[in-house]
């Protein structure tokens, strides 16, 4: 029997920073696969970093070819995103990108099946975000009877409300080609099979994992200790958490890990706080770096108080250390938060009350490691990157 030939598809790894969590997935691919990452972003880089995985080049470049409206699969696909867009009231809006957007995704399938499709072999093309990416390769198994696809799905990919237009362009199609649509939360799991019941068979929870690490130090009481890991865009909302602490009164030290759009503005807004209260904004750190940043810095909590989330990998890091998370009630973030490991608060809240929240926490809090390694079983239970990828991979396996 030929081995299983595993394509990822994805944006930017292994060659650009954007998507750390696959380092720890591609460690536990089954090693009697052949396994390769197809990143949309790699034009001809190679690397020597993942030796269980290939890289696949991609050299494609966009000719417009209008012989795609005489493809079938091509013209079920528009007309069924065309009625989606006809319910949501915004055809004329959008209708014009969608039509790009396929063209787009169907030429580039019909290169991707010239390059890496070989007939008499089997293939599952894996996207890694519910996107553009997942589109062609559906389209690419319409045209090749020897391929199937499964996808995940994060937040931006599944939570409609919170795109441009409130509308996720071909979501049907997808759902009508793939094999399996794997949620990284329950809660998107329950809102994709709601939105599309007549797919619901097909929709599973995986959550993604981290790796086992060492429990971070108990911290003191002298000063509160809060940190955070994310992309600093409007989103993560990290100017509310500016807010929160300049109405407390106790000592505290926020470190925030992370960069982006809204970086510098966010250290900017930082200068004005009182000073009890003290910041270290190291920019980005990679994986390693985060590593290091728990290991040798003892902190009470982790805060988020993103405005929407799908179930944020940082989180899933933090209990791994024994760190407890307040996080906004958002997306899946209630998967990561229980009772025993943090403390959830309101999507949207007064600043002053979730200031005099946090101030109580810290007077109450629990100094000993046996509370690091009771939200440490939390992580355990859902988040272990040795179990939870080991499923993951076994589920992929029994597709019919």
Not at 228 to 257: D, F
Request: charged share 20%.
């Amino acid at each position: 029997m030929p081995k299983k030939t595993l394509i990822i598809i994805t944006n930017q790894f292994p060659v650009q920073k954007g998507e750390p969590w696959l380092e720890d997935e591609v460690k536990y691919l089954p090693p009697d696969w052949n396994s390769y990452v197809f990143c949309i972003s790699n034009t001809g880089k190679t690397t020597t970093e993942y030796p269980q995985i290939g890289l696949l080049p991609n050299t494609y470049s966009y000719k417009r070819h209008w012989g795609c409206f005489f493809n079938k699969h091509f013209l079920s696909a528009l007309f069924t995103e065309a009625i989606a867009l006809i319910q949501r009231g915004i055809l004329w809006k959008t209708i014009v990108n969608s039509v790009s957007v396929l063209m787009r995704a169907y030429a580039m399938a019909k290169w991707f099946t010239r390059e890496y499709i070989k007939q008499g072999e089997e293939y599952i093309l894996y996207s890694y975000w519910g996107n553009e990416n997942l589109t062609m390769a559906c389209l690419v198994k319409t045209m090749n009877k020897n391929v199937k696809v499964v996808c995940r799905v994060h937040g931006i990919d599944v939570y409609e409300e919170i795109t441009h237009l409130h509308h996720i362009q071909f979501r049907k199609f997808q759902l009508q080609q793939l094999s399996k649509m794997f949620s990284v939360s329950q809660a998107g799991t329950n809102y994709i099979r709601n939105k599309y019941s007549v797919f619901a068979d097909k929709v599973n929870t995986c959550y993604l994992g981290t790796e086992q690490t060492n429990l971070n130090a108990v911290p003191n009481d002298k000063r509160l200790e809060l940190v955070s890991c994310a992309i600093v865009r409007n989103v993560k909302r990290l100017h509310l958490v500016i807010e929160i602490l300049q109405k407390m009164k106790i000592p505290v030290r926020w470190t925030l890990a992370g960069d982006g759009v809204d970086f510098e503005a966010l250290k900017l807004q930082s200068k004005n706080l009182p000073v009890n209260v003290t910041t270290f904004m190291p920019g980005y750190l990679d994986k390693e770096k985060i590593k290091q940043l728990f290991e040798t810095n003892p902190f009470h909590y982790y805060i988020s108080v993103s405005a929407t989330e799908g179930i944020p990998v940082a989180m899933m890091e933090s209990i791994g250390y024994g760190v407890p998370v307040i996080s906004t009630d958002v997306g899946g973030c209630n998967e990561v938060v229980t009772n025993e490991s943090g403390t959830l608060i309101p999507s949207v809240f007064d600043t002053e009350e979730i200031s005099a929240l946090i101030t109580n926490l810290f007077t109450q809090y629990e100094y000993s490691i046996e509370k690091r390694k009771r939200v440490q079983k939390e992580w355990d239970k859902k988040f272990n990157a040795s179990k939870n990828y080991g499923e993951f991979y076994r589920q992929i396996s029994l597709l019919n």
